[in-house]
Nanobody, 115 residues
Framework: QVQLVESGGGLVQPGGSLRLSCAAS????????MGWYRQAPGKERELVAT???????NYADSVKGRLTISRNNAKNTVYLQMNSLKPEDTAVYYC?????????WGQGTQVTVSA
């Protein structure tokens, strides 16, 4: 059974930084494409960034240049480094594993950007 556990969320001031982590178990992590999504109150869940097995990345236009996705296959972990945070980045951030037959999601971690 695949399990994804996010951590690293919290309250930060505008312009600040956070690093989210997502630890995976129950899967051969190195062969999985991984991603981060977010959902703000009253809005649909949206793509933030993805990273392929060879390290190739893809970002939403709204986060380019500020957020960086990376992975450590030895630790079965994917990261999201978040810099220059804005109030509109406030959301629950979810980790996603792209599976062959089905996808897996973590439980989410809250990020709040406020003065």
């Amino acid at each position: 059974q695949v399990q994804l556990v996010e951590s690293g969320g919290g309250l930060v001031q505008p312009g600040g930084s956070l690093r989210l982590s997502c630890a995976a178990s129950g899967t051969i992590f190195s062969i999985n494409r991984m991603g981060w999504y977010r959902q703000a109150p009253g809005k649909e869940r949206e793509l933030v960034a993805t990273i392929s097995t060879d390290g190739g990345t893809n970002y939403a236009d709204s986060v380019k240049g500020r957020l960086t996705i990376s992975r450590n296959n030895a630790k079965n972990t994917v990261y999201l480094q978040m810099n220059s945070l804005k109030p509109e980045d406030t959301a629950v951030y979810y980790c996603k594993r792209f599976g062959v037959s089905s996808d897996s999601w973590g439980q989410g971690t809250q990020v709040t950007v406020s003065a």
